[in-house]
C-alpha cells in the first residue's frame, strides 16, 4: 500500500513539474542520437572487443580523452589512476551537472558467438584469468561519450556546466589498492567546479530496450563483507573430545546467520542478505584443525538496519562459539554504501525521463545489487536508472544475467540511454531553483 501511495504522489508532483517545463523533447535530439548512433555501435564494439580489468583502463581512458579532448572540452586525466573526466560549460548560466559512466570490465571468459567477442586475458590477483565486459560498463562509456558529443556541439541549448564523469574500478579495485568512486571523489571529481547534481545509467540485461526502470530512495544495496575467524583445539580426528572442532562451530555459525535475516530483521521494511560465501579450515583428512575462517556479503538498503545486521552477526558468531569452547573474532570491510535516488529530485525529473522513453517508464522493485555511485549520491542529490538492453523478442528468463560469461544486451537499448542524459542535462536547470 505505501508503494502505491509513493507511485500515486510522484505521478501527481512529476505532472505539476511538467507544467514547468516544455511538453516534448527538443526535436534535434532524436534525430541526433539516430545520426550518432553507427558511432555509437563502433566506441561499444571496440571497448567490448578490448576489456580492461580495475585500475588498469589504460586504453579505454586513452579512447575517451582523445574524443572529449576533440569536442574541445577541458580535459583531467589520470583521475583515480585511469579516471577521466570532461568538462563542458554550456552557452548559458545555470548549475553544475555530473554525469557518470563506469569503465571497467570484469574477471569473465566470455562464451558468447559476438563478432566482437572479447578474447582478452589478463592477471587478476595473482591469477590467469579471461577479461569480458559482463555487466555492461562498455556501453556505459560508449553512452557518455555520444552524450558529451551531443551536448558539446548543441551548447548553445545547455544552461550551466556539464561533468563527464569517467569512473574506473567500478568492480572494485584489485587487492592492496584504493580505487572507484571513493578515490575520484578523495581526488576532487566532485569540486572544481563543485558539482550540483548527478545522474547516472545502468544497462541492464532483464529490463526490455526502450525502458527505463527508476525507484526513489533506497534502490540498490549497500554492500559490506565479513570475516568470521573461529579459534578452536587441533586434535586427531578420531579422538574429537579431546579438542574443540571449529569446522562444527563453523557450520553452527553459517546456519545461525541465516536466523538473523530469517527471524531477527524486519523484512517487511526492506530486505536484508547474508551469504556465505567461503568456508576455510583444515589440511588432512584425520586432524581437525585449530582454526576455520567464514567470509561472506552482506546486502541492506536501510542504514539503520545495516548497523543493527552486523551488530547481530558479532553477536551471533562469537556466542555460539563460546558455547562450544571456542573464540570467534569478526571482522567487516565496507564495499558500497546504499544506492539513493532523491525522491525530490526525481519528482522533478519524471517529466524528463517521459520524454527520453516516450512513457516507457516502470518502478521497479529495490535490487540487491550493490554499486559505487552510491559515494556520489551521498554527496549531492543523485538519480541512477536502469536502462533496458534486453532484445524486445526474448523473455527475462532467457537473458543471461550480469556477471556471467553469456551476458549479452541490445545495442539498441543505448538510445535511451543516450537521451535520457541528455535530456536530464537539459531539463534540470529549469526545474532546480
Known sequence: ???????????????VAATAQSNNSPAWLTTDVDALFAKTVSWRRQLHQNPELSNRETNTAKLIAAHLKSLGLQVQEGVAHTGVVGILKGGKPGPVIGLRADMDALPVTEETDLPFASKATATYNGQQVGVMHACGHDTHVAMLMSAAEILSKRKAEVAGTVKFIFQPAEEGPPAGEEGGALLMIKEGVMDNPKVDVMFGLHINAQTPVGQIRYRARGMMAAADWFTITIKGKQVHGAQ???????????????NGLQTIVSRQMELTKNAVVISTTI???????????????????????????????????????????EASGATATVSFEPKTAIVYNDPPLLQKMMPSLQKATGGNLVEMDAATGAEDYSFFAEKVPSLFLYVGGRPLNTTEQQSAPHHTP??????????????????LVLDYPKVAK
Open 406 to 423: 553469456k551476458f549479452f544486451v541490445d545495442e539498441e537499448g543505448m538510445k535511451t540511454g543516450i537521451r535520457a542524459f541528455c535530456q
Open 1 to 15: 500500500m505505501m508503494r502505491l501511495f509513493l507511485s500515486i504522489y510522484l505521478f501527481l508532483l512529476s505532472s
Open 240 to 254: 574429537p573430545w579431546l579438542g574443540v572442532d571449529p569446522v562444527v562451530v563453523g557450520a553452527q555459525v553459517i
Open 279 to 321: 568456508f576455510k579450515g583444515g589440511v588432512r583428512e584425520n586432524i581437525i584443525p585449530e582454526q576455520a575462517q567464514l567470509a561472506g556479503t552482506i546486502r541492506t538498503l536501510d542504514t539503520a538496519m545495516r548497523t543493527d545486521v552486523k551488530r547481530r552477526i558479532q553477536t551471533m558468531a562469537t556466542n555460539i562459539a
